[in-house]
Structures are given as structure tokens and as C-alpha cells.
């Protein structure tokens, strides 16, 4: 069976994995530079920001066995032991990152695989035994179809290339809300004197992380993001309306001045709601599933057990 996979993200190169190794032929096509989504590193120089996802943790089993894969390999190691924020009754546990900056774990999900990056979808059609992707200047064909990116913008895709949803398909995508952030990576001028290497905070900004104490930079680098609340006020407007108010804020909390700054902005940073049900097949004339970390309980690894649903539910079909 071929399939084609839109989005390198977690869920995207997981979902191409795991179907690759039962034997099936996949592409996984991406419009940005490099694999990742969220999981993403910025390189300037010897300056290193993970400005993206910060950290991870692990509570499924099929998770930890994959994480424990990956850390015998060297591709990622316990940043910190701590307490969860949101859910304080599962004590002080690890927070893993990939200590050369998280997108070198992604790519090397990559390796081996067909990624085609910097490839944009414009369309999505189905008939009767397959599924035509239209990537502007070729199309491609498969037997089906995963789709990772943002439910909102998986939703538009699947709108313009006039594939029908039921309504019970709408009203359960319907239900996911995303929230934004605002980030700003900055560049200290000498050590940041984070205790454990990072700080989470109330008010603009809710997170503070030091990427030379994570291993990601040589330089000393810090990445600050915003509270949800913060960015949803601010997120449409631009970076000198909002990024002083993050870097002053963060500046009363580190040890060395912050002598250069690079604004991002993130639209679906993470989902407000989630439906835990690992993937979603959309009833159309061919197999099209969506996956993402909104179906399996968001983070890094609901975005993991999202991608093996989804390959789940495509293979099960041959």
C-alpha cells in the first residue's frame, strides 16, 4: 500500500515509521525547511534556541519504550526531574530533551524515510480507491491519506479540495481549540543563572529556558514564552508591540543582560482541548485520517501515540 503523510511533525514521521516498517510505501511531504513542526531549533552562528517545544515527559508505556530507545542511542537525555504544573498529583518525574536541540531528534525520525520539505499542498482529492495530492507543479497518488498539521488547518485543506465531512466528523474536530504563544529568543551576555536551567513564571511571560544548561547552545541563549492569555491579546500585533514587554520581564529573572533578541510567533501553539482517541478517519471515498497531538492528549507524546493510531488505522485497512 502507498501512502502519503502531510507534515514532518512528531505525529507525521511517527505515523511514516511505523507504517514503513510493516512494509508499506510511504511519502511525507512538508512546506517548511526542515523536519519537526514544534519540535524546532534555530541556528544563528553558534547561537542555539529550541523555540519551540521545550521539553518532554513520559507516561504511556509504549512511549517510555520508544524514549528509552532513543536515549540508549544519544539522541535524548534527562534535562531535569520535576513536578508537573497542570497535574501536580503525578509527583516529580524526568523532563527529557534531545540535548543538540530537538530537531535533531527530528531528523533523525527522518532519516531513511521520504520527506520531500519545502513542498506545499494544495489540494487533496478522493475517489474510489485512492487519494490525489496536488503539490502545484506535480500531483501524487496514494491509497491514503494522513493528515498532521493543526485541525483548523487541516480542516481548510479538506474544505478547498471539496472533500464532504459528515457532520458528526465536524462535530467531533469542531471540539479542539488551539492556544497561541509568543516567543522571543534571546541572547545573553553571559551566563543566564537559571536554577536547574529553566524558570516557569505567571503574568506575559510563563516560561523561561536556558539553551546552553539543555547542552542545545555553546552561546548563551535563552528562549522566553508567553502565557496563552498574553498571547492571545497580542498575537496579531507586531513583534515591537509585544516583545518588549516578554524580553523586560524575563531580564528581572536572569543573571546577564540580553544584548540581541528574535521574535516568533507560534498560531497553534498547543490545544486548549483534546479528544483522547488516538486518530481520526474521515468518511470520504478514500482513506483520510487525521492525527496530531490534539487526539492523544497533546504534548510531544500525545503527538507520538496520535502518529502510531494513525498508522494503526491505515494499515488496518489493508
Do not use: C
Not at 172 to 189: F, H, K, N, W
Not at 221 to 226: A, E, K, L, M, R
Not at 270 to 284: E, F, K, M, N, T
Amino acid at each position: 500500500m502507498t501512502v502519503i503523510v502531510l507534515g514532518s511533525g512528531m505525529s507525521g514521521l511517527t505515523a511514516a515509521g511505523e507504517l514503513t516498517r510493516l512494509g508499506h510505501e510511504v511519502v511525507v511531504l512538508d512546506k517548511g525547511r526542515s523536519p519537526g513542526g514544534r519540535m524546532a531549533t534555530r541556528a544563528v552562528g553558534d547561537r542555539r534556541f529550541d523555540h519551540g517545544a521545550q521539553h518532554f515527559s513520559v507516561r504511556s508505556e509504549a512511549f517510555r519504550d520508544r524514549v528509552a530507545t532513543w536515549a540508549d542511542e544519544g539522541w535524548v537525555s534527562v534535562w531535569y526531574q520535576g513536578q508537573s504544573v497542570t497535574q501536580p498529583d503525578r509527583g516529580v518525574e524526568p523532563r527529557y530533551v534531545a540535548p543538540t536541540g530537538m530537531s535533531s531528534l527530528m531528523a533523525h525520525l527522518a532519516d531513511g524515510l521520504d520527506v520531500r520539505q519545502s513542498t506545499t499542498v494544495r489540494a487533496v482529492t478522493t475517489e474510489a480507491g485512492g487519494v490525489t495530492v496536488d503539490i502545484g507543479d506535480a500531483t501524487l497518488t496514494a491509497d491514503a491519506v494522513i493528515v498532521t498539521a493543526p485541525i483548523p488547518q487541516s480542516i481548510a485543506l479538506l474544505s478547498r479540495s471539496g472533500v464532504a465531512m459528515s457532520d458528526d466528523d465536524r462535530a467531533t474536530l469542531g471540539q479542539i481549540r488551539y492556544e497561541p504563544s509568543l516567543t522571543v529568543m534571546a541572547t545573553l551576555d553571559g551566563p543566564a543563572g537559571l536554577a536547574d536551567g529553566h524558570r516557569a513564571l505567571g503574568g506575559p511571560v510563563a516560561w523561561i529556558a536556558d539553551n546552553r544548561h539543555k547542552g542545545v547552545s555553546t552561546e548563551s541563549t535563552v528562549t522566553i514564552q508567553s502565557s496563552a492569555d498574553y498571547a492571545t491579546r497580542h498575537f496579531d500585533s507586531p513583534p515591537d508591540a509585544w516583545s518588549p514587554e516578554l524580553i523586560e520581564t524575563a531580564q528581572r529573572h536572569l543573571a546577564s543582560p540580553i544584548i540581541d533578541t528574535i521574535p516568533h510567533r507560534w498560531r497553534y501553539a498547543q490545544p486548549a482541548q483534546v479528544l483522547d482517541i488516538g486518530a481520526v478517519q474521515i468518511d470520504a471515498d478514500a482513506p483520510i485520517v487525521l492525527a496530531g497531538e490534539a487526539f492523544a492528549g497533546a504534548k510531544v507524546e500525545g503527538a507520538f501515540l496520535s502518529g502510531l493510531a494513525a498508522a494503526e488505522i491505515v494499515a488496518s485497512g489493508t
